[in-house]
Nanobody
Framework: QVQLVESGGGLVQAGDSLRLSCAASGRTFSSYDMGWFRQAPGKEREFVAAINWSGYMTKYAASVKGRFTISRDNAKSAVYLQMNSLEPEDTAVYYC??????????????WGQGTQVTVSS
């Protein structure tokens, strides 16, 4: 099973950019589809973006499409979420997730501890 550790969260102003990173342990990272989810206070966790094991396929939630970009570096066992034009509505705890063969379903089995992103207006 892969272990995930997120980093890169923080407090920014609306319109700013932020890049989240997720470091994965394990020798089979390149086999895993990866995703980013977020949970705002009082709301359920929601899908943000996903990337398949090879990096050739990506998908995004409508609310972030065109502003966020997911990418991965299999040599570094890492996945990233570049967030541009941040809005106060993007404020949430962001979670990295992993799963083999989970790109289509989005039902990832491994989760990180989360990193807080706060966007002030």
């Amino acid at each position: 099973q892969v272990q995930l550790v997120e980093s890169g969260g923080g407090l920014v102003q609306a319109g700013d950019s932020l890049r989240l990173s997720c470091a994965a342990s394990g020798r089979t990272f390149s086999s895993y589809d990866m995703g980013w989810f977020r949970q705002a206070p009082g709301k359920e966790r929601e899908f943000v973006a996903a990337i398949n094991w090879s990096g050739y396929m990506t998908k995004y939630a409508a609310s972030v499409k065109g502003r966020f970009t997911i990418s991965r570096d299999n040599a570094k066992s890492a996945v990233y979420l570049q967030m541009n034009s941040l809005e106060p509505e993007d404020t949430a705890v962001y979670y990295c997730a992993a799963g083999v063969g989970r790109f289509a379903s989005g039902e990832f089995g491994s989760w990180g501890q989360g990193t807080q992103v706060t966007v002030s207006s």
